[in-house]
């Protein structure tokens, strides 16, 4: 459900074998994938929960659906949308993320149904983590690390960010202008952020990714994303230089490639 761009470089060797998919070290947990249409969600949880899951993923995909056909314009538009109190919970949500992040509402889709489906598996699950392309919900009851997929950049998964805690939950969505087939108006490798809403951390990444067309925007990208109200923390890849600020705690990753 997001638009594609139209600008791309290859993809890194690896690429069609879901290496893009950021490692996260969640011992014990059971891990599964469900796929619905265009929706492509890794799961680790403390049982299998796969019928629930893909249960509340076309629920939510047929409420997206549903406004988009009400409202053409919202599955395109670049600019924030107009807050709508009769729109479903998934869509406010979307609207709510972009207008903080000055992005429009489609870039906070993958972010918002990996937040909301990880929510919906709490009630069955104690410890949840949903990856939905990149963008990652996760609760879990001991520290965990999300491994940073860069692209071509030689810093690609030679790090990751460690969360001692994550509470409530909390979501790690992840933007990039060289990897993937989101639109991304920048060139950034990767434009990584932590935020209690998952929704709100994939519209900040967007937002912070677009502004990144060279390693020399790092800085101004990452000034930027600090002025979004509740996020958490950031981190920003373009070639071989790094930004990073806010509660991330980075940690090498010891080889590891997921």
Known sequence: MT???????????????RTY??????????CFEVVCQQTDLLVRAERP?????????LELRGQIEGYIRRYPAFATTLAPWREDAMAPAIVRNMIRAGNTAGVGPMAAVAGAIAGDVGRHLL????????????????????????????????????????????????GVC?????????LSRGMADAACVVAHSCALADAAATAIANRIKAPKDIESAVSFGRSIVDVLGIVAVCGRE?????????????GKKG
Do not use: C
Not at 49 to 57: D, F, K, S, V, Y
Not at 128 to 155: C, M, Q, W, Y
């Open 123 to 170: 009630a069955h699950s104690r410890q949840v983590v949903v990856e939905n392309g990149g963008d990652i919900f996760l609760k879990t009851d001991r520290p965990a690390v999300v491994g940073l997929f860069a692209g071509h950049s030689p810093l690609s998964m030679k790090m990751g960010i460690r969360l001692a805690e994550t509470n409530d939950g909390i």
């Open 21 to 30: 998919r950021q490692l996260v070290f969640g011992a014990g947990l059971t």
């Open 242 to 254: 790094m930004g990073a600020w806010g509660q991330v705690e980075l940690v090498p990753m010891k």
């Open 49 to 57: 929960l796969e019928a629930l899951t893909r249960e509340r993923i």
């Open 174 to 182: 992840t933007s990039s202008g060289t990897v993937g087939h989101s």
């Open 3 to 17: 638009p594609p761009s139209n600008r791309r470089p290859p993809a890194p060797a690896g690429y069609g074998l």
